[in-house]
Structures are given as C-alpha cells and as structure tokens.
Nanobody, 125 residues
Framework: QLQLVESGGGLVQAGGSLRISCAAS????????VGWFRQAPGNERDFVAG????????YYASSVTGRFTIAGDNAKNTVYLQMNNLKPEDTAVYYC??????????????????WGQGTQVTVSS
C-alpha cells in the first residue's frame, strides 16, 4: 500500500513563493504517475500539475502554467510542487496523488488510487 504525506503548506503573501512536498512510504514514487490537486472552500477539487515520471513528462493547469513547477527527487522518494508568484486565488488545500504508470489521463482524478491528507496553502492579498 502506497502512503503519501504532504508537507510545506502555510501562509504567504501574494507574489511570494512556497514549495510543498509529497513524500511516499513503502514503495518508490518513481513507478507512479504523481499529480497535485487543490480544493478551495465551496469548490470542487481541481487538477494543478502532474508528473509522468517514467517519461519525464509534466502537465499543468492553465491557471498555474509558468508559475508552478512539479519535480521529483528519487533519492528522497518525494515529489515537490514549487509555487511562485502566488495569488490569493491559489488558496486551497493541496493534495498529492499517485496513479499506476499506464494511466492515460493524468489530469483526471479518477485514475489516482492513492491520496495524501492534504496541506493548506493560504495566500494573502
């Protein structure tokens, strides 16, 4: 069973940066597709970024393209989401998730079998 633990959330001013982490236990994350999703109060959970590690492909929601970067560290079995130029509308609980390597739809939630508990990111104006 793959367990995911997010960390690094917090409060930051608009225009600032934050890096959140997703650490995996038991199994290597390098064997999975890893995605970040977020959910703001009253909203549905939305795709933010994805990483198909086997091919080195990354995917981003249009709202974060150019500001967020997803990357992995195999030695630490961790995937990061570097968030720059943060905006108040980025405020949400951020979740990391993992899907099987053959998952075709990286941006959809359904293929992701493993989820972390979430970490709160708050951006003040």
């Amino acid at each position: 069973q793959l367990q995911l633990v997010e960390s690094g959330g917090g409060l930051v001013q608009a225009g600032g940066s934050l890096r959140i982490s997703c650490a995996a236990s038991v199994r290597s994350l390098s064997n999975y597709v890893v995605g970040w999703f977020r959910q703001a109060p009253g909203n549905e959970r939305d795709f933010v970024a994805g990483f198909r590690r086997s091919a080195g492909n990354t995917y981003y929601a249009s709202s974060v393209t150019g500001r967020f970067t997803i990357a992995g560290d195999n030695a630490k079995n961790t995937v990061y989401l570097q968030m720059n130029n943060l905006k108040p509308e980025d405020t949400a609980v951020y979740y990391c998730a993992a899907a099987e390597p053959g998952t075709p739809a990286v941006t959809a939630q359904a293929p992701y079998r493993y989820w972390g508990q979430g970490t709160q990111v708050t951006v003040s104006s």
